[in-house]
């Protein structure tokens, strides 16, 4: 059966959860998931000697589902410790909810093929673990689900999370947890956050014990059941960049120079707007064009969202951006701001970008760039699967802001190296078509037919104006039409849209 | 049936409730409550014209739950305006579910008899409101609760609120809201960030609309339905007084010396220890009685806790406390201080004192001191109804806290006017003996037979150590055995202890 952009879903991956239809067709009432909470009196401890023994009292059983955050990307030591441990428990057949996975957790390999873990859900893949679920490790297709869906999945029960293990930079012996206060800081734990809600069972792993109460905390010591202190967390290098490298490379600032003049020429730049920017070479040079002409036109931000990166900072502490929502940092100057500017809110999950709640603030954003692997004729993007359809990307909250943002702008180069980025169909769609407005190249951009009214305000501008047509064109003309991927049938990865529909699955690459 | 400190309950109260047998004695694990959300998507407004317009959008039905808090105490404006408002809709049977209620809510009692409002739930009733159910105004008993027990019963389910109508004092149009940045300011919103987090729908009321996003809310957009503006929320006298008066009463200062000996010269007084005291005079003054000793003995405090008043922030300011903990602010000081002084957090009811979360912040309270209308040989504490029966008290913190603090210090004086304090057994239960380990009067103290080390502590000391039925035989020599109130048979008011067990009934006055 085919959904609503014509991608092909088998019948028995549907199931309940339907499929997509459009960004907004799901118009449900939700009802959330009901937690068990086993009450804490006075006196009890929480901080326990080992992660075995809390394994153990947690009562983690075969079948279970087991969670972790990935706000220490390359530098997590949590979850292959733990995964280690609960294997060498003889714990089988569990479901890993990560809000993401990244190169460092290729030991999950041999965890999946001894029967440890059995499924996985997340927002990201790469490396050596997603190559070889590419080709095939897992028995169940891993499901691929945004930040916002999967703050979703959680509330609404799709996901039930049995036990949590969050590691955290600082946490006192009642379990108040914070991403900054240690030697391994991340900064915000806004992935966590969600899960220590509505876990059964949650446990706090640290590397810095501190004296109670661990104040402010990112979560509180009436979602935790346990604290585990271990030797290291993390490690500080891999989980946030000591700086950020803006880019010398003039296609990127081209591309940026384009973008800026994109949204600083558009109806929603002015007093009080709000943005968010991605973390590649041009989406952060994006920020110090339209930093520039901030200051020249006297317009201020009400707030910026997102994974946080130096140049927000800048602007926020510069006077240009009254307010920072951060659900995870990615650099060191992100990370110090959050404990200092009391304007720098962490904020979790479902905030950011629930499709589900009564408004998350992704709603609020006017203006997002976002980048893409691929961009197709119909605008759809692909941010999950490599020319060569292997898995080696992530959801993130590129469909959530999207979806919501007023206006969404795509920049990407029209090739990279030998291959189109501007193609007929993307191999894998994790961003439909409908949500976005502009894509900007480094030749010039293209506007969603949808938007007759951005045609308007660009048509006679210094930016050279195509259809995405002939973008693709352009592209092809390059480097060639590419071979088509072969496939085989299984489906080894479903991309679940941000409501919980099918928006498309990734099969076994031959 | 006769529960285990040997209260007399009607069979028919009892129901699935259970009656009260210790204050741990009940040690479930509890699913918390399923909320129904209806998604909001962009775009879509909150800010509605009217109450009316917000109520039928929340489709308020006959036999629904509604719910307020108290933080503007006196000076509230929102209840009594919503429930004519709703009156006049013709809606009826509704169950009030409010965090307190006060004397400036005696409009209820028209309400009452036309049928409007059938069932309360609240900590506390005062006025005439107060006198009225207790000549038996309602056909169903009011349900007193604990503010830990009703963060407990609204999590578990016990109470279903259905709309929530949350006063605030500034409130964006997409309803993050604050107890600050208004014209009739109160400071934490402890009470209804739960309402907040549960009820299906919520309405924010606010007097005062600010730019978006209002931050730091207290209470945050995702969490809110629809947003109303009005004329006035509140009077700013009501709500807050301007200053703390320090008692000069003798009697007062006396007591408030031998409370704060007795926390002085306990094992608790140590560097880090916590402390909650209350707003009365005797326990205001015992706040600078404790100071002092605190700087002598180069003593800190890792934190305060509660109600807060204008001597807790002075001794965070000037750095003796550390951290403070609000559930609702008494007074300007307080209310000022929330937004200016980073580590003056505001918490919600179910962090202060639920008993069944993962470890409220009261089970880490070293010292707690609590007054009493009455105290009784068993050390069974009455804070609810007067020496005539009639209602005119509020559970509060109260059995929460003490419950939960290492030391809990009843300060009181052995008579008020011609009424004794110290008596046989109290009109009704609040707190059970059990919780209780010191009582402080004015001509010295008695603890609790069950606190032998306390016992060997105070032995040899300055204060004058009687026994609880010395105190009593002291009380009525002074006074008398003053005449046995009168009750008829029917139950007005229904006492739930903190864990929704029955702790006690309060029947109707003759």
Known sequence: MKNSIGREIPEEIIKDKGLFQGAFAHNERIIKAATKVK?????????????????????????????????????????????????????????LASSSLSGVHSPLIEHIKNGVITKITT??????????ISKGLMKEPVIIRSHGGRARAIEAGDIKIDVAFLGAPSCDEYGNASGTGGKANCGSLGYAKIDAEYADKVIIITD??????????SISQEKVDYVVKVEEIGNPSGIVS???????????????????????????????????TGTGGSTLAVSRFIREEMIKSNVKASFALGGITKPMIEMHEEGLIKNIFDVQDFDLTAVESISKNSMHHEIDASFYANPHNKGCIANKLDVVVLSALEIDKDFNVNVMTGSDGVLRGASGGHCDTAACAKLTVIVSPLVRGRIPCVVDSVNTVITPG?????LVTEIGIAINPRRKDLMEIYK??????????????????????????????????????????IIDVVRKVK
């Open 242 to 276: 000591g700086a950020t490298r803006y880019t010398k490379n003039p296609k990127e600032l081209l591309i940026a120079e384009y973008a800026s003049k994109v949204i600083t020429k558009s109806p929603y730049f002015k007093e009080g707007f709000s943005l968010q």
């Open 123 to 132: 927002s990201g893949l790469r490396g050596e673990l997603a190559e070889e």
């Open 39 to 95: 009450a804490v009196k006075p006196g009890e401890e929480k901080l326990l000697q080992s992660l075995e023994e809390a394994i153990n009292k947690c009562n983690l059983k075969d079948g279970m589902t087991i969670s972790f955050h990935h706000h220490f990307r390359e530098g997590d030591y949590i979850l292959n410790k733990v995964v280690d441990i609960i294997a060498a428990m003889g714990i089988k057949n569990l479901t």
């Open 460 to 501: 006679n501008g210094d930016i050279p104006v195509y259809t995405i047509e002939e973008l693709y064109e352009k592209s092809i003309s390059i480097v060639g039409t590419p071979d088509k991927i072969e496939y085989e049938d299984e489906v080894i990865a479903v991309v679940e849209y941000r409501d919980g529909s």
């Open 434 to 438: 409908e949500s976005i407005d502009v």
């Open 208 to 217: 810095c014990l501190v004296d109670f109460p661990n104040m402010p905390a």
